[in-house]
């Protein structure tokens, strides 16, 4: 079973920034969503962005502006760029994968991705 494998995190202050990178080259054909999760201790696990095999893209309310979610398709990786992170913004990001979702369609249903990643940590301190 592959999986995905998220880098990138780690600790910032408010107002800092960080880009999450997650390799995808296991998505080799379309149509095809990517997403990133996350999840806080406590909460259940939700989605934060996605993007679809023909570029459109999907942010949950409480990131637009702040967050932005790509592919280098020539690189097949995804990052999810994230700026002016909040405190409220600290948990375990996850990256997946899975196919036959529109980006709209990926953010809100977790369990048509077929390939997670472990996850990497994002801590914001106030």
């Known amino acids: 079973q592959p999986r995905l494998k998220e880098s990138g995190g780690g600790s910032v202050q408010a107002g800092g920034s960080l880009r999450l990178s997650c390799p995808v080259a296991?998505?080799?054909?379309?149509?095809?969503?990517l997403g990133w999760f996350r999840q806080a201790p406590g909460k259940s696990r939700e989605g934060v962005a996605s993007?679809?095999?023909?570029?459109?893209?999907a942010y949950v309310d409480a990131v637009k502006g702040r967050f932005t979610i790509s592919e280098d398709n020539a690189e097949k990786i995804l990052y999810l760029q994230m700026n002016n992170l909040k405190p409220e913004d600290s948990a375990m990001y996850y990256c997946?994968?899975?196919?036959?979702?529109?980006?709209?369609?990926?953010?809100?249903?977790?369990?048509?991705?077929?390939?997670w990643g472990r996850g990497t940590q994002v801590t914001v301190s106030s």
């Open positions: 997946a994968a899975g196919w036959g979702m529109t980006a709209a369609q990926g953010l809100g249903v977790q369990g048509e991705y077929d390939i």
């Open positions: 993007i679809d095999s023909t570029g459109s893209a």
């Open positions: 296991v998505v080799s054909y379309a149509p095809y969503c």
